[in-house]
């Protein structure tokens, strides 16, 4: 695909000339890899305003959206009252190094909606909350192994990018250039839904796990569902051996339902790292659970965290804003709406004959090109992504926008109308079909 040669939006430069600025200036032209449309061979669009369910690129087109700020957007883009919170707090002042009202006020919605949370303390990003969730049970546990699962995204610190190694129990090798071997020499990475590896793992390494890291829906390989026993065993094999249970619901934390995935499943996991939406769209990380753990976090224990840009006041704000609204019948709108999106982009896909298979967990969704839902990150990587690029550019031909990747989850919004959603599932038949070409 090419850019259109459209005239700029409201006085900008068009995407063309913007993007080719950005490539001399930003490793890529982008300042995160999956922007650049690399995945589905396109030419990156260049967003220049968002309104609800919709999105305006440099170039004045719109599209339908279902990115929304990789979930961190619930409500649709520009939401009046999440604007109007960061703009009264704007008009506040920006940072001050201090605590404020609104952080208070946000960790006590937080603390009410999640049952296995008494403290909490915010971040600037999921990253951080990763790396802190980390430090607190290497501090709790004084054990220095990490558990995690192939194809499950806990941020970009090493020891989180690694790859498995040779076997089932085998600590992991580098997920990337740059990370040293003795970053993730402490790593164990292990198949998603498999919970005999995690059996095994213990087995061997029992007594130097500290914790179990594990997206409780996957998000980030797209949306993998765990198997009944799944997040059970690692829950009961963590408590059986003394290694604490973190689950990453930075992604599903108040986007599956006010009380999380933890809350859809019944689980209370020992700590839980939050992230996108609990900051209304604005940069935040958050990790909770039991009192006694989280107050091993200086200044009251002996784990360090801190950041200047910790519990940023205008994220506070947005948050907080956002949360007060996110009621139980705005999660069953917004249930209706990913249901319909579900039934009518299998019902496209199956009239098209495409290999494809919708996956769906609450209000989060993903389109395979595989014969059946995948149940693990080997199974979403035998996908066609051939197919899926072409699906993709297809789709946004038709100006529907999806993530640019086959590991990306789509995410309707509270903005988006059963209009758009028949919209968009007229595209998809399009889509399906073009997709097999």
């Not at 919970?195 to 594990?214: C, K, M, W």
């Not at 999106?341 to 009239?351: I, N, Q, T």
């Given at each position: 695909?090419?850019?259109?040669?459209?005239?700029?939006?409201?006085?900008?430069?068009?995407?063309?000339?913007?993007?080719?600025?950005?490539?001399?200036?930003?490793?890529?032209?982008?300042?995160?890899?999956?922007?650049?449309?690399?995945?589905?061979?396109?030419?990156?669009?260049?967003?220049?305003?968002?309104?609800?369910?919709?999105?305006?690129?440099?170039?004045?087109?719109?599209?339908?959206?279902?990115?929304?700020?990789?979930?961190?957007?619930?409500?649709?883009?520009?939401?009046?009252?999440?604007?109007?919170?960061?703009?009264?707090?704007?008009?506040?002042?920006?940072?001050?190094?201090?605590?404020?009202?609104?952080?208070?006020?946000?960790?006590?919605?937080?603390?009410?909606?999640?049952?296995?949370?008494?403290?909490?303390?915010?971040?600037?990003?999921?990253?951080?909350?990763?790396?802190?969730?980390?430090?607190?049970?290497?501090?709790?546990?004084?054990?220095?192994?990490?558990?995690?699962?192939?194809?499950?995204?806990?941020?970009?610190?090493?020891e989180f990018l690694a790859s498995a190694g040779s076997g089932v129990a085998t600590f992991s090798i580098p997920g990337t250039?740059?990370?040293?071997?003795?970053?993730?020499?402490?790593?164990?990475?292990?198949?998603?839904?498999?919970?005999?590896?995690?059996?095994?793992?213990?087995?061997?390494?029992?007594?130097?796990?500290?914790?179990?890291?594990?997206?409780?829906?996957?998000?980030?390989?797209?949306?993998?569902?765990?198997?009944?026993?799944?997040?059970?065993?690692?829950?009961?094999?963590?408590?059986?051996?003394?290694?604490?249970?973190?689950?990453?619901?930075?992604?599903?934390?108040?986007?599956?339902?006010?009380?999380?995935?933890?809350?859809?499943?019944?689980?209370?996991?020992?700590?839980?790292?939050?992230?996108?939406?609990?900051?209304?769209?604005?940069?935040?990380?958050?990790?909770?659970?039991?009192?006694?753990?989280?107050?091993?976090?200086?200044?009251?224990?002996?784990?360090?965290?801190?950041?200047?840009?910790?519990?940023?006041?205008?994220?506070?704000?947005?948050?907080?804003?956002?949360?007060?609204?996110?009621?139980?019948?705005?999660?069953?709108?917004?249930?209706?709406?990913?249901?319909?999106?579900?039934?009518?982009?299998?019902?496209?896909?199956?009239?098209?004959?495409?290999?494809?298979?919708?996956?769906?967990?609450?209000?989060?969704?993903?389109?395979?090109?595989?014969?059946?839902?995948?149940?693990?990150?080997?199974?979403?990587?035998?996908?066609?992504?051939?197919?899926?690029?072409?699906?993709?550019?297809?789709?946004?031909?038709?100006?529907?926008?999806?993530?640019?990747?086959?590991?990306?989850?789509?995410?309707?919004?509270?903005?988006?109308?059963?209009?758009?959603?028949?919209?968009?599932?007229?595209?998809?038949?399009?889509?399906?079909?073009?997709?097999?070409?």
């Amino acid at each position: 695909m090419t850019y259109p040669s459209t005239p700029a939006h409201a006085g900008v430069a068009g995407s063309r000339a913007i993007f080719e600025r950005a490539r001399e200036l930003l490793p890529g032209g982008v300042s995160s890899p999956a922007r650049a449309f690399a995945a589905v061979e396109g030419d990156p669009v260049v967003a220049a305003s968002g309104t609800g369910s919709r999105l305006t690129d440099a170039d004045g087109r719109e599209y339908l959206d279902y990115i929304q700020g990789f979930g961190s957007i619930i409500l649709g883009h520009g939401d009046p009252l999440a604007t109007s919170a960061v703009q009264k707090a704007a008009g506040r002042g920006a940072v001050f190094g201090l605590t404020t009202a609104d952080e208070v006020k946000l960790a006590e919605m937080i603390v009410e909606a999640i049952a296995s949370v008494e403290r909490v303390r915010f971040l600037a990003s999921g990253t951080e909350a990763g790396m802190t969730a980390a430090r607190i049970a290497r501090g709790a546990t004084g054990r220095p192994v990490i558990v995690k699962f192939e194809g499950c995204y806990h941020g970009h610190a090493d020891e989180f990018l690694a790859s498995a190694g040779s076997g089932v129990a085998t600590f992991s090798i580098p997920g990337t250039s740059g990370v040293p071997a003795s970053s993730v020499s402490s790593t164990i990475v292990l198949p998603y839904n498999d919970p005999a590896s995690l059996r095994s793992a213990f087995e061997v390494h029992g007594q130097d796990i500290a914790a179990v890291f594990v997206e409780p829906v996957a998000a980030n390989m797209g949306v993998v569902i765990p198997q009944a026993d799944f997040l059970l065993a690692i829950s009961q094999l963590c408590a059986q051996h003394g290694a604490l249970c973190v689950f990453d619901e930075v992604v599903t934390g108040f986007r599956i339902g006010r009380s999380g995935a933890q809350g859809a499943f019944g689980l209370q996991p020992d700590l839980t790292m939050f992230g996108k939406v609990v900051g209304g769209g604005l940069p935040v990380g958050v990790v909770g659970g039991r009192a006694e753990l989280m107050d091993l976090l200086s200044p009251v224990g002996p784990v360090y965290q801190g950041g200047t840009y910790a519990a940023h006041p205008h994220a506070m704000a947005s948050g907080t804003a956002v949360l007060e609204v996110l009621t139980e019948g705005l999660y069953a709108d917004l249930e209706r709406t990913a249901a319909a999106l579900e039934e009518g982009l299998a019902e496209a896909a199956a009239s098209a004959g495409a290999q494809a298979c919708v996956v769906r967990a609450a209000t989060m969704l993903s389109v395979f090109f595989t014969p059946s839902p995948p149940r693990d990150f080997a199974e979403v990587q035998a996908g066609d992504r051939k197919s899926f690029a072409r699906f993709h550019a297809s789709l946004r031909e038709q100006g529907v926008l999806i993530a640019p990747s086959p590991y990306e989850a789509w995410f309707p919004s509270a903005s988006h109308s059963s209009a758009d959603v028949e919209a968009t599932v007229a595209a998809a038949a399009i889509a399906f079909s073009s997709s097999s070409a």
